[in-house]
Structures are given as C-alpha cells and as structure tokens.
C-alpha cells in the first residue's frame, strides 16, 4: 500500500488540481507493474518499478533508441528514477495474443508489420551503445536450464557424463550465437510485448535491450513461448523476414539456409533460458501460470534438436529426464 500511496501522490503532482482514476493495465515478469489512468476522456499508462528491484534508466535509454529508428514506442511524458515512476502514453488494451488467439486470418499482415518493424530496429546506429549480450551473459541464461529446470523443476541430479554433455552443448551453442552479426536486440520481440495500434505495432518491455545476434529477435516472434505456428508458417515468414533484411543491407548471410541454421540455433538458446525462467517464476516469484507455457517451448526445444545430429545428444537428455513425445519430428532444415 505504500507503493500505491507514493505513485497516487506522484501522479497528483503531475496533473495538479485533477481528479483521476487508477486501474490495473498489467503485470509483467519483474517487479515492474502497470497503470492506466483515466482522466478527461484522455488515458495514460503509469509504470510503478520499485527502485531496489528495478532500474528505469534503461528503459529511458532504450525508448529514445527505438523511437530514432521510426517505430511505435510509448512517449515518455514524465519520470520520477528515485522513486521508480514513468508517466507514457498508452498503446492500447489488444496485444498480438489478444487477436491472434480470436482471428488467424489477420496473422500474415500483424506479422509482416512486425517483421517491417523489427528490420527498423535492427537498423539502429546506436545499437552498440547498448550492454554487449555477450558469453558472460549467454552463458548465465543457459545455466538457468540446470540451475532452474532440472535440479528444481525436475528435482534432478545430473550424472557427471550428463554434465560433460550439457557443458559441450552449451559450447556449441555459444559458438554459433557469438559468431552471428550483432544488432539492437529487443529481447522479448514476442506476441504479449507487441500491441495492435496505429501505426503497428506498438511496441513494449523493451528495456532490457542488448547489442547481440541478428536472430534472436525473429526467434522470439516466430517461435514464441505463447501461441504455436506451423512450421510451414514460421518457416515462409522467417523467408520473408530475410529478403527484407537483406533488401535493406542489414548483416543477414546471403545464403538462407546457413540463415535458418543460425536461427534454429539460436532458439535452442531462447528455449533453454526461457524453461529456466519459467520454473524460476513459478518456485522463486509464486507464478505458477507460466508452467503451462513449458510443453510449447519443450516442443520447440525437441523438434529443434532432432534436425541437427550434433544437438541430437541434448534430445537423449530430455528422454532421460522426462520422456515427452512431440506431435511430430517432421521440420525443415537445410
């Protein structure tokens, strides 16, 4: 309560003599949390990040970056770092989720708006101002795989020969991330993070941006962790994304299979993170909805594995630990 009695107080010296209204607009997987406030027919969005837990000075940093490159991101109308306050402009109730769970046949423009934007981004001069998502930090996303998933989630005991393995997987892995060219990466370019505005998308959660692979973003898009596509699907909009990379001179290979494999790759990094967060959500912060996310990532993570003999022992793992049967192994490599 005494957060909320702060931000009341903060937002009452930002439209003195008004009268207001507050409503919860969302939570995210931070500490962070999100206002709307209602005020002459007019809304804003409030961002309340507690200061021992979360640094706004990034998101301020990041918001300026992308707004250069032309894309949708909310104006930040006034802040307030010592307490942890952003007054933006609001972008809306309808996220990507939110219309594509209700209407498919609007999934190829949303995505092609999002793919136009996101070679926006890439193209960024400012990119490497940001922290470098270098092996130090890749490293420690992958290590929240055995940290999290298997030793708490699973309540496993890696042998030591599983170990060894996982240790050399990791390295190959790393190996074909570090060696992608390096863009503004947004980090969570996914189907919650992108709202349905005009122009679209809008853009959100962008503040823990990095200078890293080329890949990770449209990984993040087309393989999301919270609705499915065919791989038929994601495979013609990774195509798609790639002539328009190209077609703009950004540092895509010219060659679209060795594109695919560094994407796939790359996801098999996302995916791994993603189960160690997720468990770490649930056992750590007390959210348990994000454990129905996981057989969607597993999936992801499985058929990946299975197209690519020397990630074929990561795929033995995950049979050892839990044996899950995809749908199906059929997929594209090349």
């Not at 980090?187 to 962008?206: A, E, K, W």
Request: hydrophobic share 40%; aromatic share 12%; with cysteine.
């Amino acid at each position: 309560m005494e957060r909320q009695h702060l931000l009341e107080n903060w937002l009452k010296a930002q439209f003195p003599g008004k009268i207001f209204t507050l409503q919860p607009a969302s939570a995210d997987a931070s500490f962070r949390r999100y206002f709307r406030i209602f005020l002459d027919s007019k809304t804003w969005i409030v961002m309340d990040a507690p200061p021992q837990q979360e640094d706004c000075k990034p998101f301020l940093q990041v918001a300026n970056m992308l707004a250069a490159t032309g894309v949708h991101v909310p104006k930040v109308w006034s802040y307030d770092l010592a307490q942890g306050f952003l007054l933006l402009s609001d972008l809306g109730h309808t996220t990507y989720l939110q219309i594509l769970t209700q209407e498919d046949d609007q999934a190829n423009q949303l995505y092609s708006d999002a793919t136009d934007a996101l070679v926006k981004i890439q193209l960024s001069s400012q990119a490497p101002n940001l922290p470098d998502y270098d092996e130090t930090l890749l490293r420690r996303e992958l290590n929240l795989f055995p940290d999290w998933y298997i030793a708490k989630h699973l309540q496993a005991d890696l042998s030591t020969k599983q170990k060894a393995m996982l240790e050399n997987i990791f390295n190959q892995i790393l190996q074909n991330n570090l060696a992608q060219p390096k863009v503004l990466v947004h980090r969570d370019y996914h189907s919650r993070n992108l709202m349905v505005t005009s122009p679209n998308p809008g853009i959100i959660d962008f503040q823990d941006a990095v200078f890293g692979p080329i890949t990770y973003d449209l990984v993040s898009l087309l393989k999301d962790a919270y609705i499915c596509w065919g791989e038929e699907r994601i495979l013609d909009w990774a195509i798609r994304y790639w002539e328009k990379a190209r077609q703009a001179n950004l540092p895509v290979t010219t060659d679209f299979s060795a594109f695919y494999r560094d994407f796939e790759w790359m996801g098999v990094q996302r995916h791994l993170k993603i189960l160690g967060i997720f468990a770490r959500l649930n056992y750590r912060d007390d959210k348990s909805n994000y454990l129905n996310d996981m057989p969607l990532v597993l999936d992801y993570l499985q058929k990946t594995c299975d197209r690519y003999h020397e990630l074929r022992p990561l795929l033995s793992l995950f049979d050892e630990l839990h044996p899950v049967i995809p749908e199906s192994k059929i997929g594209y490599t090349f």
